[in-house]
């Protein structure tokens, strides 16, 4: 895996970590400049396939 994907991945992961770590999603993606609904369309992603789930997230 080349390191733009993991860069990326780590990105996503860290939003839903810190979303998890707040308590409060809206905060967290105003922090990481993302939208709840990107937000929820990465943790649902991350719970149908985990981490590599996360790659196509919004390549579509």
Do not use: W
Not at 10 to 19: E, I, Q, R, S, T
Not at 21 to 40: I, Q, W
């Amino acid at each position: 895996m080349s390191s733009v994907p993991q860069n990326v991945i780590k990105h996503k992961v860290g939003l839903l970590n810190l979303a998890t770590e707040l308590g409060n999603v809206s905060r967290a993606c105003k922090v990481m400049g993302f939208s709840r609904d990107t937000f929820y369309r990465y943790q649902t992603a991350m719970e149908a396939g985990g981490v590599d789930a996360l790659i196509d997230a919004n390549r579509k």
